[in-house]
């Protein structure tokens, strides 16, 4: 590729072109032994949206009128993570939901509740940016795509959440199918990455190897309409299966995808 002549002599950056296509940080070059201060402040930007993404709390009313405003009921639990230090502290209570929350949802079946083909789970995880960017048009790809016939319960939005919350979750409510949507732990360019776990018959003490993840979902990786697509294959075989996690191999990638994605499946778990 020819390029322009650069000003004042300098030579064109033969790694420009590269970096169009990619947010990975290459051919940093140096300022005598250290980094360029323009790479230096990139990066500290980068760390502190990291950072940020795992401290600023969810604003789960504002989630909830937004997934309202398409359709969806839903419905506010917390885990016994009194607050984000604990949260971050002590991942057991993550997994668990807080006594007035587990009790209210027993009280809820109780009183007898639609049979639940597949209940979504939305959970802040380590990234309430990556939920609030990605969960709403993610949501709305689902229940569009949603085949004949399956039943969708209320959106559950849990605070200071892990992942295995949904298997509580979706033991009380009595869901055959639970999908957490997570945000991920951050990345220096992916603060906003969300994933999806899919558990069958979803109790307490699941395991990871019990579930499957669809990993990167944003629009620089697994677009929404294609997460979507991707889920409700893994949902169809694993009602066939009667089950989910490494006995079920995701094969969806035959299916058509959004055109020109990028996107990747991982077994990452939370």
Not at 15 to 40: I, N, S, V, Y
Not at 53 to 80: K, M, R, Y
Not at 255 to 262: E, I, K, P, Q
Request: net charge negative.
């Amino acid at each position: 590729m020819t390029h322009e002549p650069a000003p004042h002599g300098i030579p064109p950056d033969p790694w420009e072109d590269l970096r169009a296509h990619t947010q990975a940080r290459l051919a940093l070059g140096r300022a005598g032994a250290a980094l360029p201060t323009a790479e230096l402040l990139r990066f500290g930007l980068a760390h502190a949206q990291a950072r940020d993404a795992v401290h600023i709390p969810l604003d789960a009313e504002a989630l909830a009128t937004q997934l309202q405003a398409q359709g969806c009921a839903t419905l506010p639990v917390h885990s016994a993570a009194t607050d984000r230090a604990t949260y971050l502290l002590r991942p057991d209570l993550g997994r668990r939901l807080c006594d007035a929350d587990a009790q209210a949802l027993r009280e809820s079946s109780a009183n007898g509740t639609t049979p639940i083909d597949l209940l979504l789970v939305v959970a802040d995880g380590l990234s309430s940016l990556a939920v609030a960017r990605q969960a709403p048009p993610l949501i709305d790809a689902i229940r569009q795509q949603a085949p004949a016939g399956w039943q969708l319960g209320p959106v559950v939005i849990a605070q200071q959440a892990r992942v295995a919350l949904g298997d509580e979750v979706g033991a009380l409510l009595g869901a055959r199918l639970v999908a957490v949507l997570i945000g991920e732990r951050p990345g220096l360019s992916s603060p906003d990455s969300l994933g999806i776990y899919l558990t069958w018959h979803p109790h307490v003490g699941r395991n990871d190897a019990q579930r499957n993840c669809i990993s990167n979902v944003r629009p620089e990786g697994l677009p929404p309409a294609a997460a979507a697509a991707r889920l409700w294959w893994l949902c169809q075989e694993a009602r066939q299966l009667g089950l989910t996690g490494v006995g079920l191999k995701d094969r969806s990638d035959g299916m058509t995808l959004v055109a020109g994605s990028s996107h990747q499946i991982s077994d990452r778990s939370d």
